[in-house]
């Protein structure tokens, strides 16, 4: 019996070429003159074409889970939110580039980014299975160099194929877009499953059925599909800071639910990767621009995210610390979070946050209750203006808790407490940073922080244009207001605010002994920056 001899070199497609696939094809081998014999040596030419992200398809339970609409139409997720006093536009955007876009019209299936594979020192792996039977008869590793071409790590792979019953195979290919070899997979490929895959890995999948190997030349033609998401992320702050660049990103930016250990696995035979529980963070890197720039964009972030169900939606976070911070000019913006993240597999994407311009929406809202005694409630309804930035409360003066109903729904799931001792009402809120509250470490009772004369805000409510809630506080009139969290089971709910018509806010406090709370309440409009 002899064998066929395949070697494998990579080499840029010709226009002469016939192209019979980009992915899994049942005639995958370009053979010119359709010569079919059988006996005697095949070469085979990997042509190797490159690797691509796939098109966007959201399934039901992630669009109904972010409000989107069903199918491969959905394009961008947008939403707006508060950085502080800034809102900032989230776009993320499925990258598709201008020719294909103009393909896809026609052919959905076109609806791909498509690069060329180089290295240097780039791996994959090659297995063969007999088309007949699924055994495995063959596994080598291949290297590309800077140029696209391939070097057979240990020898040309040899294939038995003396009859036409035997000759036809299916290949699988596998790559991590790096130097680490994908490793050798055992069995029939009906069970062959590749385990133990870390989402830092760029695993890249490719598999042809039905080769037909026959004496003379022959194309074995490539496209290698990533199987994880990519994220680019650009800040731009142009808008607030024209002529002033971003001198600094922090190093501590990341997405969460990325499944970042060893925890996934792909099945061969047809590509489906299973993602691991665990979930890990990934970091965002940014390299400063080589001019001075208030742009900056990242390195491309790889995230492993099944974008299956609800829990799967990612968050970027930036922190409060050093690294988590924007800084432009003299400024900085940290301590913000981009929710609701929806990302598909394999799928490559662009997330612009741009910072944009405000000004206070008119009339602003001054607040002012107080009342005495016990047991009872005290409650005012007021008007708010309209707002697409959002809406802030500043508190100057409170003793001791509350909550609000806006449009009909509740600001938290219970009365917010800041005192300790005042029964069926524990305290459940507190500092983030290490948990402090207000009557101990320090800090002192909030009836005694504000006054009727105190213009310095001790509470901040801010509602986001989403209708997300979040609180800050003071420990002194001299420190910095610090992030608040609800804890106890006591949590906030999202609330609709109205971008246009009025806002009804029914504010609420539990009457015990005095009671009084005083502030001012600001809406953010969007406008034009000067």
């Not at 098109?55 to 669009?63: D, F, G, K, P």
């Not at 994908?182 to 989402?199: E, F, Q």
Request: proline letters at 5%.
């Amino acid at each position: 019996m002899k064998n066929l001899k395949i070697t494998i070199a990579a080499f840029m497609l010709s226009g002469s070429l016939l192209i019979t696939s980009c992915r899994s094809s049942d005639n995958a081998i370009d053979n010119p003159g359709d010569n079919l014999i059988t006996n005697g040596s095949a070469l085979i030419k990997m042509n190797l074409l490159g690797s691509e992200f796939e098109s966007e398809t959201i399934s039901t339970n992630m669009a109904s889970a972010r409000q989107l609409k069903v199918g491969s139409t959905v394009k961008e997720q947008v939403s707006t939110f508060m950085a502080g006093e800034q809102p900032v536009i989230a776009t993320l955007t499925p990258v598709i580039t201008s020719a294909i876009a103009t393909q896809a019209a026609i052919n959905p299936m076109a609806d791909v980014v498509r690069n060329p594979l180089k290295g240097p020192n780039v791996k994959y792996r090659v297995i063969a299975y007999r088309t007949s039977s699924g055994a495995k008869v063959a596994s080598n590793v291949y290297t590309i160099d800077a140029n696209g071409g391939s070097t057979a790590d240990s020898g040309d792979m040899m294939l038995d194929g003396d009859t036409e019953a035997l000759n036809k195979y299916d290949f699988v290919v596998l790559s991590y877009n790096s130097s680490t070899v994908p490793a050798d997979v055992t069995g029939n490929i009906s069970t062959a499953t590749l385990p133990s895959i870390s989402g830092d890995n760029d695993l890249m999948y490719f598999r042809t059925n039905n080769v037909r190997v026959s004496k003379g030349d022959n194309v074995l033609n490539v496209i290698l599909t990533h199987k994880f998401s990519q994220i680019t992320t650009t800040i731009d702050a142009s808008a607030v800071a024209p002529g002033t660049p971003i001198s600094s990103i922090g190093n501590g930016i990341t997405f969460d639910k990325h499944r970042g250990g060893t925890v996934n696995s792909i099945k061969l035979s047809d590509g489906t990767v299973t993602f691991g529980a665990a979930t890990t963070t990934k970091v965002v890197g940014f390299t400063a621009p080589t001019l001075a720039s208030a742009i900056w964009t990242s390195n491309p972030t790889l995230l492993a995210n099944p974008g299956a169900a609800a829990g799967d939606m990612s968050t970027l976070n930036f922190p409060n610390t050093a690294g988590g911070t924007i800084t432009v000019g003299s400024k900085t913006k940290r301590n913000f979070t981009v929710n609701n993240l929806v990302v598909t597999p394999g799928v490559k994407y662009n997330l612009k946050l741009k910072f944009a311009c405000t000004t206070n929406a008119t009339p602003t809202w001054p607040f002012n209750m107080s009342d005495s005694g016990s047991g009872t409630r005290l409650t005012r309804t007021f008007n708010a203006p309209a707002a697409d930035a959002g809406f802030i409360f500043d508190v100057y003066e409170l003793d001791n808790s509350f909550n609000m109903t806006i449009n009909g729904v509740d600001l938290a799931t219970q009365e917010i407490q800041f005192q300790s001792g005042v029964v069926d009402y524990p305290q459940n809120i507190r500092f983030k940073s290490d948990g402090s509250r207000w009557g101990e470490n320090g800090v002192p009772q909030i009836y005694s922080l504000g006054s009727s004369t105190n213009s310095t805000p001790i509470i901040r409510i801010t509602i986001g244009p989403d209708g997300s809630v979040s609180m800050m506080g003071r420990r002194s009139l001299t420190s910095n207001l610090e992030p608040l969290e609800l804890y106890g089971g006591t949590r906030f709910n999202t609330v609709t605010w109205k971008t246009t018509g009025s806002n009804t806010v029914d504010a609420t406090m539990l009457v015990t002994g005095a009671t009084v709370m005083r502030g001012l309440g600001v809406g953010k409009k969007i406008v034009p920056c000067p």
